[in-house]
């Protein structure tokens, strides 16, 4: 399909569409899905216009600063568009690597993004599109859009296209294993885009399982810790209330204790922000006002709601509380 021509949508009118977990076996027939690779890293909508670049997260914060890498795509792109993708860093094997993208993710000032885009480059990779010059593309199949996406021939030093698994689904999921990666995603070849909505046309199917948490509160370190961050208290919001899943004290390096600190120091309240926090985890607690989002990985969920043995993957400035839900 050859992309219409015209004008684009102005940033602030779509949110990404969102998947819903799952499992191969609920799928049903594998010809009526397509299968992409899923990557560790930010979403993020991307709206080109006249040659400019404008990066948005899901929770719809502007992200153009701290990836000005990714601004040479708005120049290698003859139409206007919104395309869909994640931000992602890549480790020495290639593979995406969350840690080295939060290196990333928090920067604010021009001048250190760019420092950081030659020593740790951040690359987009595309795998959907929106509209295309003065043309919605919401209405149209995910086959016809991934046409669409493929005709745009957007690969680049910092944007790429990655290919469509070809095969079963799981076929799909180990290859995504060998190669270290997160999952799959799954999406039905018939289905439109819903923006904003996590939809079950679209189906993430999780190697590693990780945990979006809320931030409540932290614990003092002892030992070689003493004096900074021992554990972070944890919840997930359940209903109207926010509900305690437990504390991370593993995956953190000595430069992440420090940053967090920092951030958690004003973000101080009183009052327990949880629900059900056991007494001995409550001890010497210092509670925090539950807006800061992180992201762990963990081995499953215990009989009564508790993560566990979580580690901290780090913080995820790009999503809200309010969008933290329990993975399945």
Partial sequence: ?????????????????????????????????????K???????????????RLVSRNDLDMTVAYPEIAALGRALDHSAVLDGE?????????????????????????????????????????????????????????????CLESLGLTG???????????????????????GLEGVVAKRLRSTYTPGRRSADWVKIKNIRTQEVVVAG???GHGRRIGTIGALL????????????????????????????GTLLPLEITACPLDSVPRPDAREAHWVEPVLVGEVAFAEWTG??????????GLRPDKTAAEVVRET
């Fill in 1 to 37: 399909m050859a992309p219409p021509r015209g004008r684009p949508g102005s940033p602030g009118e779509l949110s990404p569409m969102l998947a819903t977990p799952g499992t191969l076996e609920m799928l049903g027939s594998d010809a009526d899905w397509a299968f992409e690779m």
């Fill in 39 to 53: 990557w560790d890293g930010v979403r993020a909508l991307i709206h080109v216009a006249s040659g400019q670049v």
């Fill in 87 to 147: 931000i992602v860093s890549l480790d020495a094997a290639g593979r995406p690597s969350f840690a080295r993208l939060q290196k990333r993710m928090h920067v604010a000032d021009a001048v250190a993004a760019n420092r950081l885009a030659g020593s740790d480059p951040a690359v987009v990779l595309l795998f959907d599109v929106l509209r295309v010059d003065d043309e919605s593309l919401l209405s149209r199949t995910w086959g016809a859009r991934r046409e």
């Fill in 157 to 179: 030093p910092a944007w790429q296209t990655p290919p469509v698994f070809v095969g079963t689904g799981a076929e799909a999921v180990e290859t995504s294993r060998e190669h």
């Fill in 218 to 220: 932290w614990t003092p």
């Fill in 234 to 261: 944890l919840g997930v919001p359940e209903a109207d209330r926010l509900h305690y899943v437990g504390k991370v004290g593993t995956g953190f390096a000595e430069a992440t204790l420090r940053d967090l600190a």
């Fill in 304 to 313: 009564d709601g508790r993560l566990r043995h979580p580690a901290w993957r």
